[in-house]
């Protein structure tokens, strides 16, 4: 049986997601012990010079760093979910995970940003994207057909629903588990905020040629997903970019993860 949206499930639904966003306005920080006590992140180091090996890293090291963030109260660990006696994802997989900072605030200059998870092995054969405003109103909600997906995917929040300008947003991101009982969903959820770029940083920004550079701008001025959405860009032809932005959030068990083309919204 396909399960069909109404008006009264979207009601409940949105009411269910706001309370549990409520309670606990930090996201679900799945793999994290602990929050970051300094401060990690990119480095590039240049090549040793011929002969012994060099145990340092040498003068010509560049170094793309996410600066700690501060602590938005205490952290969960588990996806939110109905039904904590039933999963649809493999026990033995790494957790549903949002590739956020640790505090799960997330910041934008992009009217329409690109988010990304991580999705492990499912039964579930479909997910929910649900974007809540300021005042708990529902501004967008999206189908996505998994398709066995198994990896970090991404989704980009469409032109028809600019974030506004200094709003925060909350965000869920749902397996659902069970079309016929949604009580068994699991989500894991955050906070997204559009910011503005300074006049300098936009000046830096234009004059930067070199992408990774441009990343490195960006992490400076805590602007995550725009740090984190240029350095994926550059998976193919820098992998190790990649792999050490997301070990400077305390992602580890994910960085080497595969992307996954799939889950075009439904609309």
Same mark, same amino acid.
């Given at each position: 049986m396909i399960w069909q949206q109404t008006p009264t499930y979207l009601a409940v639904l949105t009411t269910m997601l706001?309370?549990? =966003?409520?309670?606990? %306005?930090?996201?679900?920080? =799945? %793999?994290?012990?602990?929050?970051?006590? /300094? #401060?990690?992140? +990119?480095?590039?180091?240049?090549?040793?010079? @011929?002969?012994?090996?060099?145990?340092? +890293? $040498?003068?010509?090291? /560049? &170094?793309? #760093?996410?600066? @700690?963030?501060?602590?938005? $109260?205490?952290?969960? @660990?588990? !996806?939110? $979910? $109905?039904?904590?006696s039933y999963s649809c994802t493999d026990n033995g997989d790494i957790p549903l995970t949002p590739i956020v900072p640790a505090n799960n605030l997330v910041k934008t200059v992009a009217a329409n940003p690109t988010l990304f998870w991580y999705v492990p092995k499912t039964k579930a054969s479909e997910a929910e994207f649900v974007l809540i405003d300021d005042q708990d109103q529902e501004v967008y909600l999206t189908s996505l057909s998994l398709d066995n997906t198994n990896g970090i995917v991404q989704l980009s929040i469409p032109k028809t629903v600019p974030l506004t300008m200094g709003?925060?947003?909350? *965000?869920?991101?749902? =397996?659902?588990?069970d079309p016929q009982e949604r009580s068994r969903d699991q989500w894991v959820k955050g906070i997204l905020q559009r910011?503005? %770029?300074?006049?300098? =940083?936009? +000046?830096? %920004? #234009?004059?930067?040629?070199?992408? +990774?550079e441009k990343a490195k701008l960006y !992490?400076?001025? &805590?602007? *995550?997903?725009?740090?984190?959405t240029t350095v994926a860009q550059l998976r193919d032809s820098q992998p190790q970019a990649w792999v050490d932005l997301i070990k400077s959030v305390e992602l580890e068990a994910i960085a080497n993860k595969p992307f996954v083309n799939c889950c075009t919204p439904n609309n």
């Open positions: 706001s309370a549990a =966003l409520v309670n606990d %306005l930090t996201a679900p920080r =799945l %793999l994290a012990q602990s929050y970051p006590h /300094h #401060e990690v992140g +990119l480095q590039f180091p240049a090549p040793p010079e @011929r002969g012994s090996p060099s145990k340092t +890293l $040498g003068a010509g090291t /560049h &170094m793309i #760093e996410f600066p @700690r963030v501060p602590e938005r $109260g205490k952290p969960t @660990r588990t !996806a939110g $979910g $109905g039904s904590r709003k925060e947003y909350k *965000w869920f991101f749902v =397996l659902v588990c910011t503005e %770029l300074s006049p300098e =940083l936009a +000046l830096n %920004l #234009e004059q930067e040629q070199n992408t +990774l !992490a400076d001025a &805590m602007i *995550w997903q725009e740090t984190v």
